[in-house]
């Protein structure tokens, strides 16, 4: 997906345009609706991969047109938003398939992560999909990429900790392939025929939480018509995988931990004790140990998921593994929207190893998947990449000139920067001057 056509479905004009105004800094498609029947239509003429639709609308509500877009298109996700928040009517629009139900007003932030991660969904779908149409292979287990001496040390981590039945805790940046990792654990252990059940703590309100992982009895609350089987019991012999376990509310850190000690459940409205053999996997892109130590976290619950720690390096520390993981997005980019690119250019390669990638292994992807759709030759050029790496070339792309001492002069204290983990005390000792003057140089130079 280049760009996600995104629909947003509100009666409030000033609402449309705001939620478009935020997307649409994403490079996001982004068209608006006042009504159900309206979206309905478009959507059946129209390919759509996300659907934010709020609650109320002046025809039907939107939980009527989600099941209709759900029966429709399964694979478009819905996120509901409304103003008047009811945990039985979050907990309907999560049974009928909505990847996230918001109250109003959503900050930009939120609704940003909220649409990235519904398109991540979409995205792994039509991959899995596209796999088992046969238009291309991938290895049943999880194939993790780099030769870097950081990598290896954590390649060599997982294969020691793999085999052994006890909790990981896996930290790093956004977008450094820790779900990945977690993948790569299980399938190394003796649960890899059993299943792998990720959860994202954020991905659900506060109330919500605690019925998605414990499940619920016939007639816990209004609504509930069914008994529902939490996602720890149906990881039974498995291993449940739980990202981003910095934003998990501090009351179900509570819970989590008495299942952690005791390896038993009690489902919401129930009175019988369920006992669960199941792996915990958790990860963080946060610093557990600093948020146990400020009181954010608790430290008996960290102390239990930590008995391994796997710490994965940004992708800024392991720039050698930049060229083998592009040819590997190129190969399978170019196999899944069918074009013949065999090669990257040495320019556009130059060009992404002096990129400090802030959104990681996650951003490179991207880059490479949008060179590709918009590739009309046999290798990526320079002028495939987004504008802003563009600009990062040290040479023009029309032939070679001399390098400014301005530009000398930058090039050396970026490639300073990113080796030191843009630490600025660290790299004014590395240029021998004080941190007021690499401050100044930096902002001259326009990298503060």
């Excluded at 981003?244 to 952690?260: D, N, W």
């Amino acid at each position: 997906m280049t760009h996600p056509r995104i629909a947003v479905v509100d009666d409030e004009p000033i609402a449309c345009r705001e939620i478009a105004r935020i997307l649409s800094r994403n490079q996001y498609e982004v068209e608006t609706f006042p009504d159900g029947k309206s979206v309905l239509e478009r959507i059946g003429v129209v390919p759509f991969d996300l659907m934010i639709c709020d609650l109320r609308l002046p025809d039907q509500d939107g939980l009527s047109v989600l099941r209709e877009v759900k029966h429709k298109c399964p694979e478009i996700e819905v996120i509901i938003l409304t103003a008047y928040s009811s945990v039985d009517t979050a907990v309907e629009a999560i049974r009928m398939g909505a990847f996230h139900y918001v109250t109003k007003p959503i900050k930009a932030a939120e609704l940003r992560d909220l649409t990235g991660r519904a398109l991540d969904k979409v995205r792994l779908f039509r991959r899995k999909r596209a796999t088992q149409e046969g238009l291309f292979q991938q290895p049943c287990s999880p194939m993790i990429i780099g030769e870097s001496r950081a990598m290896r040390e954590v390649l060599a981590l997982i294969d020691k900790v793999a085999p052994l039945n006890c909790n990981v805790l896996i930290q790093g940046e956004s977008g450094t392939g820790k779900e990945m990792v977690a993948k790569a654990v299980h399938v190394g252990g003796a649960r890899r025929n059993r299943s792998f059940i990720p959860f994202h703590c954020g991905s659900f309100a506060e109330d919500l939480v605690p019925n998605e992982l414990f499940g619920h009895e016939k007639g816990a609350f209004t609504g509930a018509a069914e008994k529902k089987v939490g996602l720890l019991e149906a990881g039974h012999l498995g291993t449940v995988f739980l990202d981003e376990i910095g934003t998990m509310p501090a009351a179900m850190q509570i819970k989590l931990l008495r299942f952690v000690q005791e390896r038993c459940l009690l489902r919401l409205g129930g009175t019988e004790q369920i006992h669960v053999d199941v792996r915990l996997i958790a990860a963080s892109n946060q610093d557990i140990k600093m948020a146990a130590k400020a009181g954010t976290f608790r430290q008996d619950l960290y102390y239990r998921l930590n008995v391994v720690d796997i710490t994965l390096p940004p992708l800024r520390a392991r720039m050698d593994d930049i060229p083998i993981l592009a040819r590997h997005f190129l190969t399978e980019c170019s196999q899944a929207f069918g074009k013949q690119i065999d090669e990257i250019a040495p320019e556009t390669m130059n060009i992404l190893s002096h990129y400090p990638f802030p959104g990681n292994i996650r951003e490179l992807e991207n880059i490479i998947e949008r060179a590709v759709v918009l590739s009309d030759g046999s290798q990526l050029r320079p002028q495939d990449l987004p504008p802003d790496l563009q600009q990062l070339s040290i040479n023009s792309v029309s032939g070679e000139r001399w390098m400014t001492l301005q530009e000398k002069d930058r090039q050396y204290i970026q490639r300073v920067l990113i080796k030191t983990d843009f630490n600025r005390k660290e790299a004014a000792r590395i240029l021998n001057v004080s941190r007021t003057t690499l401050w100044r140089k930096m902002k001259q130079l326009g990298l503060a």
